[in-house]
Each structure stands twice: as structure tokens, then as C-alpha cells.
T-cell receptor, first 112, second 114 residues
């Protein structure tokens, strides 16, 4: 069964600190993996996309990694800001029918 | 600016009523989607459309209906047959269903059944 599991479910960190969010998937065959940021009551916005051949990709203070062998991805946030408070959703695309499988998300709260 | 517009933002419905959520995009995307978001769960696909006048059921289509008469518009009707309609509904679009392009989302519509 195609699944995407994210951890932790929620996280609270102090402003300026770093954090890492995890995404494990069983989607096969794998096409790509995206991380989305969803502010409360808003629609998700794409942060980065990882394809099979990519190990690391950065977007400002966000760095995503992908290990296609272990089927794991992480999103590292550096020097967190209050505006980073949001839900972060991992989405994996299967090559079969271009099906998208969504994780439940990690709720991040950055406090001052 | 290009984007996806959902309306209304908030909607309250009495039991037994049908309601329609609007979704309009000016991105010239062929593929459009409706997702339902519930707390603690991943987004679940209700319906999707790859081209005008064609749409397919997703994983949780029961109690919902859609139409795709224009490329820009993909309205979702939540019927009285939907047993638990209170949720956050997200409309999304992509250039085409077969590519790896980004899925663009609207701002969502929150439906509450009174």
C-alpha cells in the first residue's frame, strides 16, 4: 500500500533554532517528492521538489534531502523564524497513474 | 496575477442541504483537483479532471459531484448524501495530469455543517 508517514506529528522550537522534519514513504515506483508549507487556514505552497537522482536541494533556509534507497526524506529548517510556524506536508508521486500520496503533515510552532 | 481562487472562504450548511464550492484558475492548467483535509490526516482526493468535460472519481467521491464545463472552472457540490461534510476543502491545478509539475492550491474553503 502506498503510504507517506511524517514525524514528528508536531514540534515546538525557539526562534533562531534549527529543526529537521522527517518523511518516510512506501510509494512505488517513485517519481518525485515535494515538500509543501501550509499556513493555518491557507492552501499549501511548494517549497522544493526532489527527484530520484537528487540527494539535497536548498531553498533559502530550507534544505531537503532524499535517500531513495531507504525511502526517506527530511526537511531541515535553519535559523527558524516566527513565520516558519505552519504545517509541513510531504507529498510523493507514484509513476503509476501519476498518483499523489500525501503525508498527514508536521505542525511546527516557532515561539519567541 | 495568476492563481486559483476558491469561494466562499467559510460556509455554513444545515443538514440536508446541498452546497457548491467554487474554484476558478487563470493559470491555463488542464488538470484540476478537489481535496478534502481533516485534522491529523493527509489530503484525500475527491475528484479530478484532466480536460474539459471530463472528470474522474478520486478516493472519497461518495456524496460529492463536480462539473468541468470550462477549462478555468471546476466547482464542487457537497450533497446531502455526504455523511460528514464538515472539513477544509482545497482546490488545486496542474499544467497537465501527466507531468511532474507543481500542484498549485487555492486558499481553501471551510465548510461547517450546523
Amino acid at each position: 500500500k502506498n503510504q507517506v508517514e511524517q514525524s514528528p506529528q508536531s514540534l515546538i522550537i525557539l526562534e533562531g533554532k534549527n529543526c529537521t522534519l522527517q518523511c518516510n514513504y512506501t510509494v512505488s515506483p517513485f517519481s518525485n517528492l515535494r515538500w509543501y508549507k501550509q499556513d493555518t487556514g491557507r492552501g499549501p505552497v511548494s517549497l522544493t521538489i526532489m527527484t530520484f537522482s537528487e540527494n539535497t536541494k536548498s531553498n533559502g533556509r530550507y534544505t531537503a534531502t532524499l535517500d531513495a534507497d531507504t525511502k526517506q526524506s527530511s526537511l531541515h529548517i535553519t535559523a527558524s523564524q516566527l513565520s516558519d510556524s505552519a504545517s509541513y506536508i510531504c507529498v510523493v508521486m507514484s509513476e503509476y497513474g501519476n498518483k499523489l500520496v500525501f503525508g498527514a503533515g508536521t505542525i511546527l510552532r516557532v515561539k519567541s | 496575477d495568476g492563481g486559483i481562487t476558491q469561494s466562499p472562504k467559510y460556509l455554513f450548511r444545515k443538514e440536508g442541504q446541498n452546497v457548491t464550492l467554487s474554484c476558478e484558475q487563470n493559470l491555463n492548467h488542464d488538470a484540476m483537483y478537489w481535496y478534502r483535509q481533516d485534522p491529523g490526516q493527509g489530503l484525500r482526493l475527491i475528484y479530478y479532471s484532466q480536460i474539459v468535460n471530463d472528470f474522474q472519481k478520486g478516493d472519497i467521491a461518495e456524496g460529492y459531484s463536480v462539473s468541468r464545463e470550462k477549462k478555468e472552472s471546476f466547482p464542487l457540490t457537497v450533497t446531502s448524501a455526504q455523511k460528514n461534510p464538515t472539513a477544509f476543502y482545497l482546490c488545486a491545478s496542474r499544467r497537465s495530469a501527466g507531468n511532474t509539475g507543481e500542484l498549485f492550491f487555492g486558499e481553501g474553503s471551510r465548510l461547517t455543517v450546523l
